[in-house]
Protein backbone atom coordinates (compact mmCIF):
# COMPACT_ATOMS: atom_id res chain seq x y z
CA UNK A 1 0.00 0.00 0.00
CA UNK A 2 1.20 3.53 -0.56
CA UNK A 3 0.11 6.36 0.43
CA UNK A 4 0.79 9.85 -0.98
CA UNK A 5 0.56 13.07 1.27
CA UNK A 6 1.49 16.57 0.20
CA UNK A 7 3.73 18.62 2.34
CA UNK A 8 3.21 21.78 0.66
CA UNK A 9 3.15 22.88 -3.39
CA UNK A 10 6.03 21.43 -4.46
CA UNK A 11 6.73 18.14 -2.11
CA UNK A 12 4.94 15.01 -2.01
CA UNK A 13 6.06 12.53 0.64
CA UNK A 14 5.04 8.74 0.06
CA UNK A 15 4.69 6.24 3.00
CA UNK A 16 4.92 2.34 2.33
CA UNK A 17 3.78 -0.67 3.72
CA UNK A 18 3.91 -4.44 2.72
CA UNK A 19 1.03 -6.80 3.99
CA UNK A 20 2.42 -10.26 4.37
CA UNK A 21 2.16 -13.65 6.06
CA UNK A 22 5.43 -15.10 6.63
CA UNK A 23 5.65 -16.38 10.46
CA UNK A 24 8.72 -18.23 9.62
CA UNK A 25 11.46 -15.82 10.68
CA UNK A 26 14.27 -16.81 8.82
CA UNK A 27 12.04 -16.53 6.17
CA UNK A 28 10.86 -13.10 6.42
CA UNK A 29 13.16 -11.28 7.03
CA UNK A 30 14.97 -11.72 3.26
CA UNK A 31 11.45 -11.06 2.07
CA UNK A 32 11.09 -8.33 3.88
CA UNK A 33 14.80 -6.78 2.35
CA UNK A 34 13.41 -7.94 -1.39
CA UNK A 35 10.26 -6.20 -1.01
CA UNK A 36 12.00 -3.15 0.26
CA UNK A 37 14.69 -3.06 -2.32
CA UNK A 38 11.85 -3.90 -5.61
CA UNK A 39 9.28 -1.37 -4.13
CA UNK A 40 12.62 1.28 -3.74
CA UNK A 41 13.15 0.20 -7.52
CA UNK A 42 9.78 0.75 -8.98
CA UNK A 43 8.62 4.00 -6.58
CA UNK A 44 11.86 5.89 -8.23
CA UNK A 45 10.93 4.93 -11.93
CA UNK A 46 7.69 6.01 -10.96
CA UNK A 47 9.13 8.91 -9.97
CA UNK A 48 10.37 10.24 -13.27
CA UNK A 49 6.79 10.34 -14.60
CA UNK A 50 5.77 12.01 -11.44
CA UNK A 51 7.83 14.90 -11.34
CA UNK A 52 7.91 15.38 -15.12
CA UNK A 53 3.84 15.52 -14.97
CA UNK A 54 2.29 17.96 -16.69
CA UNK A 55 0.18 20.31 -16.15
CA UNK A 56 1.88 20.76 -12.05
CA UNK A 57 -1.45 21.63 -10.62
CA UNK A 58 -4.18 18.91 -10.91
CA UNK A 59 -6.62 21.93 -11.34
CA UNK A 60 -4.88 22.84 -14.36
CA UNK A 61 -6.08 19.56 -16.21
CA UNK A 62 -8.22 20.17 -19.20
CA UNK A 63 -9.42 17.24 -21.01
CA UNK A 64 -8.96 14.55 -18.67
CA UNK A 65 -10.05 10.93 -19.83
CA UNK A 66 -11.32 9.70 -16.55
CA UNK A 67 -12.15 5.81 -15.72
CA UNK A 68 -14.18 4.44 -12.96
CA UNK A 69 -11.37 3.79 -10.93
CA UNK A 70 -10.52 8.03 -11.57
CA UNK A 71 -14.26 9.00 -9.86
CA UNK A 72 -12.37 10.07 -7.08
CA UNK A 73 -10.33 12.97 -9.07
CA UNK A 74 -13.43 15.17 -10.25
CA UNK A 75 -14.80 14.83 -6.69
CA UNK A 76 -11.77 16.44 -4.80
CA UNK A 77 -11.12 19.22 -7.56
CA UNK A 78 -14.49 19.99 -6.86
CA UNK A 79 -13.85 20.27 -3.38
CA UNK A 80 -10.51 22.01 -3.80
CA UNK A 81 -12.29 24.86 -5.86
CA UNK A 82 -14.89 25.46 -3.67
CA UNK A 83 -12.61 26.10 -0.96
CA UNK A 84 -10.08 28.07 -2.81
CA UNK A 85 -13.17 30.49 -3.85
CA UNK A 86 -13.70 31.09 -0.40
Sequence with gaps: MVAFVPI????????LRVYHRIRNPILAKP????????S?????QDREVVVGQTPV????????RMIEADRAIP????????????
Excluded: H, P
Design 31 to 38: FETLMRLS
Design 40 to 44: RYILN
Design 8 to 15: NEGTTRYY
Design 57 to 64: DSGDAGAD
Design 75 to 86: QFRKILSGLLCE
